[in-house]
């Protein structure tokens, strides 16, 4: 597609085009130095890119005394700097941490209450540092089940960063073209599968299938993410997963679940699969797992792990360390505790209706898209329906600078407004934010 946004230039900052006499001094300064020394794989959201200095809760505090609500950080889910996880991480970090070759309770504890989240079968955990190692290690562990080659992705997947992850992520292409062996399918939208989206994209992944195989590649697996947030979030009809699924398996192939942005209650059940009525082969974890420790995990059942142990060990110098296993726990008492689940899926709803009746008013609203509080918002140009990428920016950057909301962009053309608060939003917040979309719509028209 010739509009196509490779993902990291969705919403970025462009030195390029911008003019810094016009930025305040030491943010000028700032980006200077930031641009030297990082070169040119530094990115940085906003057309004013945020200096920011501490945060709490959905808000997030700039060196200027400004406050922003924080609608897209899905890393501090549970809240930035949540009192419970600074703690527990405080603790233990000046108690014990080390590599994980050695006994110490709080992992065994932490990962016994993470696996009693999953279906029973799935009763094995890997832990990683990052989403990408997880599914990089994903990919290899399939790979060698089923000793297969070929994998299938969405056609603007995400799944990370390493050599093997970003051939499986077409988002991460600025030109090129993928391996061989990854297949594409289009997101389970309507307007390519029509009105039976499950039947649509199961018929997808079967003719992909057919097509490695008549190139002599074996098939290894789907590799998805259950909310298919590069896409453009796409959740509906709740179970369209099941056919794409059995289609793998009477293919001899597995499914990897990528719940390293739907995971952890973001979508109003503890994990995205759920929606769909269907137990993964593999489940890869990360992102809010630490609510910004940084660890990430695969869970998934004894045979594949057995099959993988066979030809490789594996081991990992900081995943699962004592710190991180005290992060993780402390992630999971509070949403356990504090409802997160399901305030993220009452207020995502509320969210969601009133996005769907701001569209009756504002024709740049083409449609709202999501679950819990993961939403994807379509922005069109009102004369004709098409994706208006410009006005999207425009709307974000709006909503930054003149009513300090931070959102993002999401889609393979970046016309699609990410909506991803952490998960303690409050009521008087979700109306905020309703509020201002109104107030920057009604400007854009
Ligand atoms: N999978 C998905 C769906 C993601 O969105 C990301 C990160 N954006 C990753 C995997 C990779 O995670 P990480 O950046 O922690 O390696």
Redesign the pocket.
Known sequence: MKDKKE?LALNAFALESADLSTFEDNLAELLRRREQIFGSLSVLFYQRPLHIVSARGCSILAADGTRYLDFYNNVPSVGHCHPRVTKAVCDQIQRLNINTRYLYRILNDYAEKLLSLFPPELSNLVLT???????DLALRIVRYFTKGEGFIVSSN??????AA?TEV?PASYRQGSLPRYVRTVPPPDPLYYGSDVGKGFAEAVAAEIQDLQQAGIPFAGLLV?TIF??DGVYVDPPGFLQAAVDVVHEAGGLWIA?????GFGRTGTMWGFERHGVVPDLV?L??PMGNGF?M?GIVTRPEYLRAFSEHFGYFNTFAGNPVAAAAGLAVLEVIEEEGLVENASCLGTKLRSWIQDLSTHYPVIGGVRGAGLYLGIDIVDPKDGRPDVRRATRIINALCEEKQILIGATGSLGHILKIRPPLCLQSPEAELFAEALEDVCRASL
């Open positions: 993902i540092c990052t989403g990408s190692e997880s599914n997947a995400y799944h990370g960063n390493t992850v992520s993410d947030s590069s990528d719940e390293v942005q739907p890869t990360g992102k940084p990430a």
